[in-house]
């Protein structure tokens, strides 16, 4: 492993000193002000959860956040020089009494019902410094991951925030690399600047990998992970496209990931009592076809190992799940299969350019299912499945050019040992829940 992470810097150092032989982003730097930018996202974000499993209480959350982004431009010269603030500002809508799913800060102190009080209003966010040279950017300070071993959550109120050195080489065409160190983590309802979904804080991730794009249709990805004390995760994804005859396109994509839990890591789903050999194996392939406003997917998903794809618990990212079956369920359950099928229609033919709709069902089977008590014992195969909904309209033009509403509406089952309702079986699941989600966005670019 570390072999790997010497070789990633090592492409790293020689792709950036290749900087004669193809255009170079840094050259062409107009400067710090010049390209500058920045925008303001003003998110209404309503999350109800009726809980089915007789087990958990029932959550719901609203509140009010703008989220704020001011990125400089590069000063000229070989080496270019910026800098920028993230951040968000944020207010609950109502009381808020039963508030939960990652959507809005609470104080530590339970109330007499054994439910926290929600903060009335907070603030969040850092900044960060950049350099440029040639095509090769790093970036150290507050920031939002994209990479799927270590993914920031955005599918709540606020993002997750991560705070370290993290850099990105596009000196050979085509070849994305990239590589970082992260020693922060902020969740999307945390106040604390180094507090991951534990409660703890994070001491080191390093993140490395690239995606390659061969050509217009083949696509490549390979990105690795190590959390100090935590975990070793890896990720690989191959995607292909083909258009056909009759104005549609074929999708074909195949994914996977590989995890191996440290002694001290978290995680509710394994099957095992030695903790230092706990490990995951979750892939999928999927199958998309695309003609004009109908988009239709088939997918089949699998994970091996003795645990579930647990992950968020150990500052991996709460969003690291980039996977086709995952709606409200993730379907990553120990020893799970499951298949999906996914339906998107697009308004545009009636005069409504911008109007989403899309429907899924995903079953899963053979979930491994032990008692807390003897973990190697494997008692049950459990069940779930889940029907989804969403509704998203964007504006197209005008002075609202990009706002969007969107409503998302999930009906998830499970069986009654992987809901875990007597409270003594091993499970990492939502639970039986009927959830609806509402969010409002509005962006306003501010220069």
């Known amino acids: 492993m570390q072999n790997t992470k010497k070789l990633t810097l090592a492409v790293l150092v020689q792709t950036a000193l290749i900087s004669t032989a193809f255009a170079s982003e840094q050259s062409e730097s107009k400067g710090f002000v010049e390209d500058a930018n920045g925008s303001v996202l003003f998110r209404t974000g309503f999350l109800h959860r009726d809980k089915k499993d007789g087990l958990t209480n029932d959550t719901s959350s609203a509140a009010q956040t703008a989220i704020v982004n001011l990125d400089s431009g590069f000063t000229k010269g070989v080496i270019g020089f910026g800098a920028g603030i993230i951040g968000d500002a944020s207010f609950k809508l109502g009381k808020n009494g039963h508030t939960g799913n990652q959507m809005i800060p609470t104080h530590s102190q339970d109330n007499a019902d054994g439910t926290k009080d929600a903060y009335d209003h907070w603030a969040r966010g850092g900044a960060y410094v950049k350099a440029r040279v040639s095509n090769t950017t790093a970036k150290y300070g507050t920031q939002v991951s994209e990479i799927p071993v270590i993914a920031s959550n955005t599918a709540r109120l606020t993002p997750e925030y991560y705070t370290g050195l993290y850099i990105e080489s596009n000196e050979i065409p085509n070849l994305n690399v990239v590589a970082g160190k992260f020693t922060k ?131 991996d990212g709460l969003q690291s799940i980039y996977v086709p079956n995952s709606y409200l369920g993730d379907f990553n359950g120990n020893d799970e299969k499951s298949v999906g099928l996914q339906y998107n229609y697009n308004f545009k033919n009636h005069g409504l350019p911008g109007l989403n709709w899309t429907t899924a069902f995903v079953y899963g089977w053979d979930i491994d299912i032990a008692k807390i008590t003897d973990r190697s014992k494997i008692i049950d195969q459990a069940e779930e499945h889940e029907f989804f909904n969403q509704v998203k309209y964007t504006v197209q033009t005008g002075a609202l050019k990009d706002a969007s509403l969107r409503v998302r509406y999930s009906y998830l089952r499970s069986s009654d040992t992987y809901n875990n309702v007597s409270g003594q079986y091993v499970s990492n699941v939502i639970g039986s829940t009927n959830e609806w989600r509402l969010f409002l966005d509005i962006p306003v670019k501010l220069f």
């Open 185 to 315: 983590n902020q969740m999307s309802n945390q106040i604390s600047t180094d507090k991951d979904v534990t409660g703890q804080g994070l001491d080191r991730a390093v993140v490395w990998g690239a995606k390659y794009k061969f050509n217009d249709q083949l696509n490549s990805s390979y990105y690795g992970l190590d959390v100090q004390d935590k975990l070793e995760r890896h990720y690989a994804n191959v995607n292909f496209t083909q258009s056909l005859k009759d104005k549609s396109t074929l999708t074909l994509d195949a994914m996977g990931y590989h995890t191996k839990w440290d002694k001290d890591a978290l995680t509710d789903s394994h099957t095992t009592d030695d903790l230092a050999n706990r490990k995951n194996s979750i892939w999928a392939v999927s199958v998309g076809y695309g003609k004009d406003v109908h988009n239709v997917m088939l997918s089949y998903q699998d994970n091996t190992g003795n645990t579930g794809y647990d992950y968020g618990y150990n500052a």
